[in-house]
């Protein structure tokens, strides 16, 4: 029986995740008129779920999306590191505020186009 609840988190956890990794947009509430929440906000919020009751393996996750994912996954994930170990979240945005890569922003009805460089830098100073 616990083998089988275990499976469960752990393939929801896998699944949110995946979605994090190929993540195209960075939305953490509703968007657009409706306030409608992104598949991808709603993954963020099942892994953010997750790290009170699994730091470990949430923390492992996170790292392979900070190494395999797209730049809005990547700030997902640095964003995520920062309740869970905040020195190795600075670090990630550190290691983040050079990329030249582009993603998608949405905070309300307000689309917007970012570096991750610069959505870094900007989350390093206010640290």
Known sequence: MFGIGKKKWERELGAAVDTLVTADTLAFGGVGIAGNLLP?????????????????????????????????????????????????????????????????????CVMDRETLGTYASRRLATA
């Open 40 to 108: 991808v906000t709603e993954a963020y919020e099942r892994v953010s779920a997750a790290l009170d009751d699994h730091p470990e393996e949430v923390r492992r996750q996170l790292d392979r999306v900070l190494t395999d994912g797209t730049p809005a996954g990547r700030a997902y994930a640095a964003t995520l590191l920062e309740r869970l170990d905040p020195a190795a979240a600075r670090a990630a945005w550190t290691s983040l505020r050079d990329d030249p890569s582009e993603f998608t922003t949405f905070v309300g």
